[in-house]
Nanobody, 120 residues
Framework: QVQLVESGGGLVQPGGSLRLSCAAS????????MDWYRQAPGKQREFVAS???????NVVDSVKGRFTISRDNAKNTVYLQIDSLEPEDTAVYYC??????????????WGQGTLVTVSS
């Protein structure tokens, strides 16, 4: 089995920063792209950013300049640095990856999510 576990969410004031982490564990052979999504209250889940194993990144235009995605391949961990937080960033942030297991099977895996609340 494989799993993704997010951490780093919390309550932060507007203008503040957070660093979210997502660690993959289990019977992992390799992971190519690792993604972040978010779901605000009453809205659909939306793509935020992705990063390939080689470090190529893609960040949605609406958060470019404030969100930075990075990863540590040795730790099978992806990060999301969020700066200049706005109330509109309030959401549950989810990590997603298609993980190639040691059985050479691709599994789509979602984390359980971490809540980010931006409020004064």
């Amino acid at each position: 089995q494989v799993q993704l576990v997010e951490s780093g969410g919390g309550l932060v004031q507007p203008g503040g920063s957070l660093r979210l982490s997502c660690a993959a564990s289990g019977s992992i052979f390799s992971i190519n792209a690792m993604d972040w999504y978010r779901q605000a209250p009453g809205k659909q889940r939306e793509f935020v950013a992705s990063i390939t194993r080689g470090g190529t990144t893609n960040v949605v235009d609406s958060v470019k300049g404030r969100f930075t995605i990075s990863r540590d391949n040795a730790k099978n961990t992806v990060y999301l640095q969020i700066d200049s937080l706005e109330p509109e960033d309030t959401a549950v942030y989810y990590c997603y990856a298609q993980i190639l297991t040691t059985a050479r099977v691709y599994l789509p895996v979602w984390g359980q999510g971490t809540l980010v609340t931006v409020s004064s």
